[in-house]
């Protein structure tokens, strides 16, 4: 079994900086290297969207919205994936969800929120 558990998440001021823990738990032993993982977020009232993805080689990829505020990272030895968010907005304001996932699996975790106001 595989569990994805996220943390880091609160109440920010506008221009305030979180850092996003997604923890990967398994009953078997499991190497973050060989998935593709992400963070995702869905504001109320809003679709999920994808915000920062890394892949197996260590390519990243942001959403335009984020692009140079935020930075996804790997640790495979504490298996563990991050978001640096930084210069945080109103319309960041959502919850953030954990993504894991190769051929023929794909897990999620739980999510924490994320919100931003003065």
């Known amino acids: 079994q595989v569990q994805l558990v996220e943390s880091g998440g609160g109440l920010v001021q506008p221009g305030g900086s979180l850092r996003l823990s997604c923890a990967v738990s398994a009953t078997s032993a499991l190497s973050l290297s060989t998935y593709t993982m992400g963070w995702y977020r869905q504001a109320s009232g809003k679709q999920r969207e994808l915000v920062a993805r890394?892949?197996?080689?260590?390519?990243?990829n942001y959403a335009d919205s984020v692009k140079g505020r935020f930075a996804i990272s790997r640790d495979d030895t504490k298996n563990t994936l991050y978001l640096q968010i930084d210069n945080l907005k109103p319309e960041d304001t959502a919850v953030y969800y954990c993504?894991?996932?190769?051929?023929?699996?794909?897990?999620w975790g739980q999510g924490t929120q994320v919100t931003v106001s003065s």
């Open positions: 993504n894991m996932a190769r051929v023929g699996q794909n897990y």
């Open positions: 890394i892949v197996s080689g260590g390519y990243t």
